[in-house]
């Protein structure tokens, strides 16, 4: 079985250029780093992880929280999260709660048990409230409650809905619907926020009749434009406050036989990978879930680290895409 100056040897590099490649890569050049692995790959040495963990009293894991591992943009944060925790040589480990506390509880006790080093948690509310948790914790799209404490990512939710709204204005929609999410959901609190002040800034009055609730799923995008299908004066825009949703309704309205953009505007949020070739192309808002999750995977290593962070609160911008799921209103 090979060991760590095989590798060396291999490299030309010493035991303690290796040993810093493994453990703390960031302190080793890039060059240095590609002779390493090379000869890691090419002699076959498998570094004892068991026992790096008793030396430095790290799992070399992490714990990724997410409510919904079946919804897109969470999948995209996860893989950027994944992918940086690998260069920085952890692994991920995750839990999908479905939004359960209990859930919560018992992975967040992996951290308390040294099992794991910290979590990342993808809800959007407070939940994490609930129990004690650990030090090592950043949340992910926290939306900025007051409520909610330590390090966190997020964008600016109110500002882009606000965005989505002015456009669809701009465009000469005042009847313009609004599909929401759960309920209690704080995307859902400061989306509707931009909605509504977006309508006052325009001096357009809200009309409560034009709000459907759904749940962020496909379904209930579905099933909640059943509600405006059946208004004798339909609006002529909804702006959904996500993407999977924005996609059902266009299917319930294909089939009651409205076309989307001439007869209504369909506008989304979070530009999930199936936005850009649903039929038509939708109108919605790019969150930098790349950007996201590495953010958030970086500053939870400083945390690991005992480093102090620069700032708690980052907030990414997003950008507002323009396709073809929106388009002047050709009725009054």
């Known amino acids: 079985m090979s060991n760590i100056r095989d590798v060396a040897r291999e490299a030309g590099v010493s035991v303690a250029t290796v040993s810093r490649a493994l453990s703390d890569p960031d302190k080793v050049s890039q060059t240095s780093l590609n002779k390493v692995h090379t000869a890691i790959n090419k002699v076959g040495y498998r570094p004892n992880m068991l026992a790096r963990s008793f030396r430095s009293a790290k799992s070399y894991t992490v714990v990724v929280l997410v409510p919904d591992i079946t919804n897109p943009f969470f999948a995209q944060v996860i893989r950027s999260i994944e992918d940086r925790a690998q260069q920085k040589g952890y692994a991920v480990l995750l839990g999908d709660t479905r939004g359960m506390i209990e859930r919560e509880k018992e992975y967040v006790r992996r951290v308390e048990t040294r ?107 579905l099933n909640s434009a059943k509600q405006f299908c059946a208004m004798q004066d339909k609006p002529t825009a909804i702006f959904c406050m996500n993407d999977e949703m924005a996609i059902g309704a266009i299917q319930t309205f294909k089939q009651h036989g409205l076309r989307v953009p001439e007869d209504i505007s369909i506008t989304g949020f979070d530009d999930i990978s199936y936005a850009r070739y649903c039929d038509p192309s939708l109108t919605t808002v790019t969150q930098p879930a790349e950007e996201i999750g590495k953010l958030a995977m970086d500053m939870l290593l400083r945390l690991i680290e005992g480093e102090e962070l620069a700032q708690e609160e980052n907030v990414l911008p997003a950008e507002f895409v323009i396709r073809k799921s929106t388009a002047v209103p050709h009725r009054d």
Not at 200 to 220: P, Q, R
């Open 115 to 221: 099992l794991a080093d910290g979590v990342i948690q993808l809800r959007p509310d407070d939940a994490i409230k609930h129990h004690e948790m650990p030090t090592g914790v950043v949340c992910v799209n926290a939306c900025g409650c007051e409520s909610t404490r330590g390090p966190r990512v997020r964008i600016d939710n109110r500002g882009a809905a606000r965005a989505v709204v002015d456009y669809l204005i701009s465009l000469g929609h005042r009847r313009i619907g609004v599909m929401s999410g759960l309920k209690d959901n704080p995307h859902t609190t400061d989306r509707l926020a931009g909605y509504l002040e977006s309508l006052e800034n325009a001096g357009i009055k809200y009309d409560k009749s034009l709000l459907a609730e759904g749940d962020f799923t496909i379904w209930s995008g």
